[in-house]
């Protein structure tokens, strides 16, 4: 006999308020177990010293560290791969690999949850599904009442299909809403692991450590056991670095540019990288302080060219390969126009005498007055202060200007504003050789702050600094910033000493090399007598003195 239907609701009705009560008891126990977790946590004494963090380095600690390792003939790569190893760097590589792993742990338990209140919830439902009870009043035959569902509750097989597909893809997307994505956790979510696939593809990951590390610098990583890319937070620092020099090619690829669109990076990567890349531009800065308070040229020159690689994006400044990507994207973002790829013209360049005795400035660009025609000095006195004039022409100014024009007509920005923000560095590196017959003896380096930490720490490379080859000296080093992207061209003024080393013709070279771009650099020398510094009497100098000294009282 068939059961009363109003038995069967009453059954239904208790099945379903049991599934209910089933699923907030499982919610009560699994919160209570997480707060029971929490409190077994031990607060961290304040007495105990081992747990707390330590001081980050100072600054003359950071010096110390890179003066043990630098050397003259270190290439971009190996400058790099000093950078990404240092202290600083792991430690935060590690912190952030630490709460990645938290994050991970918490997100592979609230899935494995997941599951466990689907399956629950499932298992119900096939429960009731699967007792094919009649609630129509169609008779034995069972063919009515139910508006032809075949007996499954109220739900067609192709409702309940849906269902199951909704709720897949509502516990693979949920991550956007409200959740990091993690690769390996979240489907599609790229992140390490996928860039080192891609750079393996390249053929450029794992980096040879022969090209990465300078042989008797004193780094101690080798292919055996002590190999770096063991180490996570150093592997993750050495992808970073590498998949910067080839973010050409990475930032256009399809399966990222697609990711991206869908909120599918792992942005704990991704930011992390933006992070890293500027603690090495922070690195490259201070490595660049060291170099030229060392008067090396060779060094400087090459930082310089890493920090222009490292923010454009590609490997080398010499590579046809990296030269072709740079040349097609200016040419992309600025069309076919003169001075595109960007480059500076020198004229009329020029030695100066420094007429009145000024404190040594930072050069800058400033607009060039009409004047008369200078010529430079032929003759300078050994250690009087001199100037070296640079008139120069920016040939891509005219395409940046309409860039920016462009671009604060399509945002609504201030043009004023937008001019006035923009940002152009350049270096003036400056040495002298002697054209005459016989060498000089090459001068130590001058006794300064810097030279003088490194000069005292033991195990560096000081006396190879200090016996550089006198033409390879820099007798000064500048930065100069283009603040106004619509300046045409200027004048930039470097003041120097004449040199000292001995009387003769001098040649006196003048490298003005970009940060910003590629086949930018230009070189430029000029040639000078320097004549035996003058002698003068002790009478003479205290009759000045006391000049001096009667003005200072009226």
Same mark, same amino acid.
């Given at each position: 006999?068939?059961?009363? &239907?109003?038995?069967?609701?009453?059954?239904?009705?208790?099945?379903?308020?049991?599934?209910?009560?089933?699923?907030?008891?499982?919610?009560?126990?699994?919160?209570?177990?997480?707060?029971? =977790?929490?409190?077994?946590?031990?607060?961290?004494?304040?007495?105990?010293?081992?747990?707390?963090?330590?001081?980050?380095?100072?600054?003359?600690?950071?010096?110390?560290?890179?003066?043990?390792?630098?050397?003259?003939?270190?290439?971009?790569? =190996?400058?790099?791969?000093?950078?990404?190893?240092?202290?600083?760097?792991?430690?935060?590589?590690?912190?952030?690999? %630490?709460?990645? #792993?938290?994050?991970?742990?918490?997100?592979?338990?609230?899935?494995?949850?997941?599951?466990?209140?689907?399956? +629950?919830?499932?298992?119900?439902?096939?429960?009731?599904?699967?007792?094919?009870?009649?609630?129509?009043?169609?008779?034995?035959?069972?063919?009515?009442?139910?508006?032809?569902?075949?007996?499954?509750?109220?739900?067609?097989?192709?409702?309940?299909? =849906?269902?199951?597909? /909704?709720?897949?893809?509502?516990?693979?997307?949920?991550?956007?809403?409200?959740?990091?994505?993690?690769?390996?956790?979240?489907?599609?979510?790229?992140?390490?692991?996928?860039? $080192?696939?891609?750079?393996?593809?390249? *053929?450029?990951?794992?980096?040879?450590?022969?090209?990465?590390?300078?042989?008797?610098?004193?780094?101690?990583?080798?292919?055996?056991?002590?190999?770096?890319?063991?180490?996570?937070?150093?592997?993750?620092?050495?992808?970073?670095?590498?998949?910067?020099?080839?973010?050409?090619?990475?930032?256009?690829?399809?399966?990222?540019?697609?990711?991206? *669109?869908?909120?599918?990076?792992?942005?704990?990567?991704?930011?992390?990288?933006? $992070?890293?890349? @500027?603690?090495?531009?922070?690195?490259?800065?201070?490595?660049?302080? !060291?170099?030229?308070?060392?008067?090396?040229?060779?060094?400087?020159?090459?930082?310089?060219?890493?920090?222009?690689?490292?923010?454009?994006?590609?490997?080398?400044?010499? /590579?046809?390969? +990296?030269?072709?990507?740079?040349? /097609?994207?200016?040419?992309?973002?600025?069309?076919?126009?003169?001075?595109?790829?960007?480059?500076?013209?020198?004229?009329?360049?020029?030695?100066?005498?420094?007429?009145?005795?000024? $404190?040594?400035?930072?050069?800058?660009?400033?607009?060039?007055?009409?004047?008369?025609?200078?010529?430079?000095?032929?003759?300078?006195?050994?250690?009087?202060?001199?100037?070296?004039?640079?008139?120069?022409?920016?040939?891509?100014?005219?395409?940046?200007?309409?860039?920016?024009?462009?671009?604060?007509?399509?945002?609504?920005?201030?043009?004023?504003?937008?001019?006035?923000?923009?940002? #152009? @560095?350049?270096?003036?590196?400056?040495?002298? *050789?002697?054209? +005459?017959?016989?060498?000089?003896? %090459? &001068?130590?380096?001058?006794?300064?702050?810097?030279?003088?930490?490194?000069?005292? =720490?033991?195990?560096?490379?000081?006396?190879?600094?200090?016996?550089?080859?006198?033409?390879?000296?820099?007798?000064?080093?500048?930065?100069?910033?283009?603040?106004?992207?619509?300046?045409?061209?200027?004048?930039?003024?470097?003041?120097?000493?004449? &040199?000292?080393?001995?009387?003769?013709?001098?040649?006196?070279? !003048?490298?003005?090399?970009?940060?910003?771009?590629?086949?930018?650099?230009? %070189?430029? @020398?000029?040639?000078?007598?320097?004549?035996?510094?003058?002698?003068?009497?002790?009478?003479? %100098?205290?009759?000045?003195?006391?000049?001096?000294?009667?003005?200072?009282?009226?």
């Amino acid at each position: 006999k068939m059961l009363p &239907p109003i038995l069967i609701v009453v059954v239904v009705l208790v099945l379903i308020l049991l599934s209910f009560a089933f699923l907030i008891w499982r919610e009560y126990q699994a919160s209570n177990a997480k707060k029971l =977790q929490h409190k077994k946590v031990p607060k961290k004494s304040s007495s105990d010293a081992d747990t707390k963090p330590s001081a980050p380095p100072s600054a003359e600690d950071n010096m110390k560290y890179f003066m043990k390792y630098i050397h003259p003939k270190m290439t971009s790569l =190996q400058l790099l791969f000093l950078v990404a190893t240092h202290p600083v760097n792991l430690r935060l590589t590690r912190e952030q690999l %630490d709460i990645l #792993e938290e994050k991970t742990k918490e997100r592979l338990e609230e899935e494995e949850e997941k599951k466990k209140k689907n399956a +629950s919830t499932m298992d119900m439902m096939d429960l009731l599904n699967d007792q094919e009870w009649d609630t129509g009043d169609g008779g034995e035959d069972g063919d009515g009442g139910d508006g032809g569902n075949g007996g499954n509750g109220g739900e067609s097989e192709a409702e309940r299909k =849906q269902r199951l597909a /909704d709720m897949e893809k509502k516990a693979r997307t949920e991550h956007v809403s409200g959740k990091i994505p993690i690769e390996g956790v979240d489907k599609g979510v790229l992140g390490q692991e996928w860039v $080192e696939r891609q750079l393996t593809l390249m *053929k450029v990951w794992p980096p040879k450590l022969k090209d990465m590390i300078m042989e008797g610098v004193g780094m101690e990583y080798d292919e055996g056991d002590n190999n770096p890319f063991d180490d996570p937070a150093l592997r993750r620092n050495l992808c970073m670095t590498i998949g910067r020099l080839n973010s050409h090619v990475l930032n256009a690829h399809p399966d990222l540019i697609s990711a991206s *669109k869908k909120g599918l990076v792992d942005q704990m990567y991704f930011k992390g990288n933006m $992070e890293y890349r @500027s603690k090495v531009h922070a690195f490259l800065e201070l490595l660049l302080r !060291i170099s030229i308070a060392l008067r090396n040229f060779e060094l400087t020159k090459t930082i310089v060219q890493t920090m222009a690689i490292f923010k454009i994006g590609v490997a080398s400044t010499t /590579d046809e390969k +990296s030269k072709q990507y740079y040349t /097609d994207a200016l040419t992309k973002q600025y069309g076919k126009l003169p001075g595109i790829p960007p480059t500076i013209e020198i004229t009329n360049e020029r030695i100066e005498r420094v007429e009145t005795k000024t $404190e040594e400035e930072k050069p800058e660009l400033v607009p060039e007055q009409p004047k008369p025609k200078k010529t430079s000095v032929r003759e300078i006195t050994g250690g009087e202060p001199c100037a070296i004039v640079l008139p120069l022409e920016r040939k891509h100014a005219a395409a940046f200007t309409a860039k920016k024009l462009e671009i604060c007509k399509k945002q609504g920005l201030p043009v004023e504003l937008a001019m006035k923000s923009y940002r #152009e @560095s350049w270096w003036i590196l400056v040495r002298c *050789k002697i054209l +005459s017959e016989s060498t000089i003896e %090459d &001068p130590n380096i001058p006794n300064t702050p810097l030279s003088k930490i490194m000069k005292e =720490q033991e195990g560096n490379n000081w006396e190879v600094f200090n016996s550089s080859p006198f033409h390879e000296r820099l007798i000064t080093a500048w930065p100069f910033v283009v603040n106004n992207v619509a300046q045409k061209s200027g004048e930039v003024k470097v003041q120097f000493k004449a &040199p000292t080393a001995r009387p003769g013709k001098y040649e006196i070279s !003048i490298s003005i090399m970009s940060q910003e771009f590629m086949d930018a650099d230009v %070189d430029v @020398s000029l040639k000078v007598t320097v004549l035996e510094p003058e002698t003068k009497a002790p009478e003479e %100098d205290n009759k000045k003195e006391e000049e001096e000294e009667d003005k200072k009282d009226k």
